[in-house]
């Protein structure tokens, strides 16, 4: 028997993988390019990078297809505005951002399905909150669904101080990743980056190895991401995870046992779902 706020059949998770899948295809598509030696310039495949709102839109629209219970609608509703507050008051400064580990203990607490609906809802309010709606914006949502889902997935039988030892963990991995793939999102559009103290531009070559672009991409989020904002991001998730992660957690599984979903495997093999009251 498997709990969550948000049920997950197999059918969605096959949606769900495909549709992950194709996203890191559209971060990573500088790299899986191959282009004539002679070639200098590559432009980027617009119509594939279009594609990738509609596939948020596919996997929201199949994993709802069962249908929310209004209670589940209630409370994502209220964490995603209060994670939409949170990301106004605290993005920028030093990598100061409190948004991950209300999604990191939400998607723990309602499981993989919420999580990913959290991180694509709460992004997207945060973004018209602060008029931050803009071709990045796609890949923010993606990669914090990505971030809530992971939680989610965890081991559930950690608890206890293993379990804030655990999530604390994951936050400063999320916290890393979520810097590195939105570098990468915007990376091969930087034309003549120069690093002072490195020699030589950082930029994307297009008809480079992928190899010689791989060295140039981690070289240019080692020098201006990791050791400023992406470690700031993952100093406040694990200081928030430590000293906020205990209480949240309490109140977050109060509010669960009123929203689980509850899958019960039928003879036939098909799921059932009961919304436990």
């Known amino acids: 028997m498997t709990t969550s706020a948000v049920p997950i059949t197999p059918r969605t998770a096959a949606v769900l ?38 596939v948020i839109f596919v996997v929201l629209a199949e994993m709802s297809e069962g249908g929310m219970d209004s209670r ?72 914090a669904a990505w ?32 810097g590195l793939l939105m570098n990468l999102s915007s990376w091969p559009f930087l034309l003549g980056i120069v690093v002072p103290g490195h020699e030589g531009a950082l930029s994307y070559v297009a008809g480079a190895p992928v190899l010689d672009n791989l060295q140039r991409f981690v070289v240019y989020t080692l020098i201006t991401s990791t050791g400023s904002f992406d470690t700031g991001r993952a100093i406040t998730n694990a200081v928030a995870l430590v000293v906020l992660g205990p209480a949240v957690l309490t109140t977050l599984r109060r509010a669960s046992r009123r929203v689980t979903v509850v899958a019960h495997p039928t003879s036939t093999g098909a799921a059932t779902d009961a919304v436990s009251s």
């Open 17 to 54: 993988g495909a549709a992950s899948v194709a996203g890191l295809m559209m971060l990573c598509w500088p790299l899986l390019l191959r282009v004539d030696a002679e070639q200098t310039r590559v432009d980027p495949p617009f119509m594939f990078l279009a594609l990738l709102p509609v």
């Open 72 to 143: 589940v609608l209630a409370i994502l509703g209220v964490l995603s505005a209060v994670n939409a507050i949170l990301r106004v008051f605290s993005a920028g400064t030093a990598g100061v951002e409190f948004v991950f580990f209300l999604l990191i203990l939400a998607g723990r607490v309602f499981g993989p399905g919420f999580g990913f609906v959290l991180g694509c809802t709460s992004l997207f309010a945060s973004a018209l909150m602060t008029a931050g709606v803009g071709p990045w914006l796609p890949y923010q949502m993606l990669v």
């Open 147 to 178: 971030i809530g889902m992971g939680a989610g997935l965890l081991p559930r039988r950690v608890t206890g101080k293993r379990e804030i030892a655990m999530l604390v963990v994951y936050g400063v991995f999320a916290a890393y990743a979520f």
